[in-house]
């Protein structure tokens, strides 16, 4: 029996064998908007690039393979992907998603689809009955994003799409934080699988892309028809980009990975961090859920600074660290989702949800750990001083037994720096107002 491609095999081979003219193992970029008819009323599979270009279809051949999926369909962006999701569905259906979204995907359901008569809920996905009983006469769709976007809450893949199932309800998963690396939900029951392929899956912020990878081929159909129909497709240019991301996709996300634990452990220990989210900390809530659906944490962390009034130069300190709007590629970045990525959320809601202004979140990317950590470090030093000088920092006390700024005080490497944390804590009283 033949076996099966590792994710690791399809991925550096994404799109070797797409091309037929003169088997180029990188996959050429077809810059034609038409096709030339061999004759009338036939061609060769192409007549127009807004349906079909052999550039995006080699991409999508690819996405497909990562996701296990029968056919996958890609747009111009992570938005336009989830917009032809949205198309399977009509005035007055009801769509029910996770609580704690990301931002553009709550202002696209609220301030475009709600007045044209769809409506939407929020819930916790961690608790298919909770879910279940949230389903109603007029459900037609369950919207999961896991981990959640900032929070890192964690849904039930398999526990909710086997109740939408059940419930003749459609499940789709938002699975840009994991990537297929990490996590495949169709294989855990998933209809329907979305994402911001700007992400992981292109890696390297140079492109603005998005694909739904579905098993069913009539679901494929429906998207394939969305996709020309509406028109926002993945430009063979971006097409190739992203072919070429895939390609390394793999070591990516287990570098990001693996530098993310080192940051999160370093955070975790770091008496002006209150709180940090990450699945791949031992006191996550939902740990054991998120590994029985996933292979591995991820590469995003999210984390509470003490001190709300100390985030902006804890943002302005970094250096190595962008302050930028994205995730998943190989520069670690660092953002304000009240402010930035989730501005669009009224803030009463986001607080509901637990989002508040002293949250940051970071993207780790496949830098040196070390150098990571020790650019952290030197901002959150500077924002605890900063904030400590404004007289702000009332009930948090962290160690200043070493000279402020000192050769000595810098960690050299992420252990010695999580351990010098560690330390400190152990030493401040700071410590015990961490809610973990
Ligand atoms: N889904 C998630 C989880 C995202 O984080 C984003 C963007 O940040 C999107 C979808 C939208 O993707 P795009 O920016 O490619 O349109």
New binding site residues.
């Given amino acids: 029996m033949k076996r099966k491609k590792s994710i690791d095999t399809l991925a550096a081979q994404a799109g070797v064998g797409a091309d037929k003219a003169f088997g180029a193992v990188s996959v050429p970029i077809y810059t034609t908007a038409i096709y030339r008819y061999v004759a009338f009323g036939k061609h060769r599979g192409f007549d127009y690039s807004r349906s079909e270009n052999p550039t995006r279809q080699a991409a999508e051949k690819a996405l497909a393979e990562l996701e296990g999926g029968s056919r996958a369909v890609a747009f111009s ?4 992907a ?1 917009s032809a999701a949205m198309t399977l569905f009509r005035a007055g259906d009801h769509i029910l998603c996770s609580d704690d979204l ?1 931002g ?2 709550y202002r696209f359901f609220e301030k475009v689809l709600r007045p044209y008569g769809l409506s939407f809920d929020y819930v916790d996905m961690a608790d298919p009955r909770a879910v279940a009983r949230k389903i109603g006469k007029k459900t037609k769709a369950v919207f999961i ?1 896991t981990p959640t ?1 900032p929070l890192m809450k964690i849904a039930d893949i398999r526990g909710v799409s086997r109740i939408a199932k059940d419930r003749g309800v459609l499940s789709i998963v ?1 699975n ?2 994991m990537s297929p690396v990490l996590q495949q939900p169709l294989a855990l029951g998933t209809d329907i699988v979305v994402h ?4 992981f899956l292109g890696g390297h912020n140079d492109l ?3 694909a739904v990878i579905v098993t069913d081929p009539d679901l494929g159909e429906k998207m394939h028809f969305a996709q020309k129909a509406v028109g926002a497709v993945l430009s063979p240019f971006d097409s190739w980009l992203l072919l070429r991301g895939i390609k390394t996709l793999s070591v990516r996300v287990a570098r990001a990975q693996q530098n993310a634990e080192a940051v999160a452990a370093f955070l975790d220990a770091h008496p002006f961090v209150k709180k940090v989210f990450y699945p791949g900390l031992p006191g996550h809530a939902r740990r054991e859920l998120h590994f029985s659906q996933a292979s591995g944490p991820g590469a995003v962390i999210s984390f509470e600074l003490a001190k709300e009034s100390a985030v902006p130069r804890f943002l302005e300190s970094l250096s190595t660290v962008i302050l930028a709007e ?2 998943g590629g190989v520069e670690t970045l660092v953002t304000h989702p009240t402010t930035m ?1 989730h501005a669009d959320i009224p803030l009463a809601e986001q607080a509901a949800v637990g989002l508040t202004p002293s949250l940051v979140r970071m993207s780790v990317g496949i830098e040196n750990a070390d150098d990571l950590v020790s650019d952290i470090a030197r901002a959150l030093r500077k924002a605890e001083r900063e904030s400590d000088r404004n007289k702000l920092a009332t009930g948090i006390r962290a160690p200043r037994q070493r000279r402020a700024g000192s050769e000595e005080e810098r960690p050299r490497t992420g252990a010695e720096a999580a351990e010098a944390a560690r330390a400190a804590r152990k030493g401040g009283p700071g410590a015990s107002g961490r809610a973990r």
Avoid at 196 to 199: D, H, P, Q
């Fill in positions: 962006s992570g938005m336009a989830i990301y553009g995907s994003e976007n938002d840009t934080f911001s392929a700007t992400k603005i892309g998005g994205s995730l990525t």
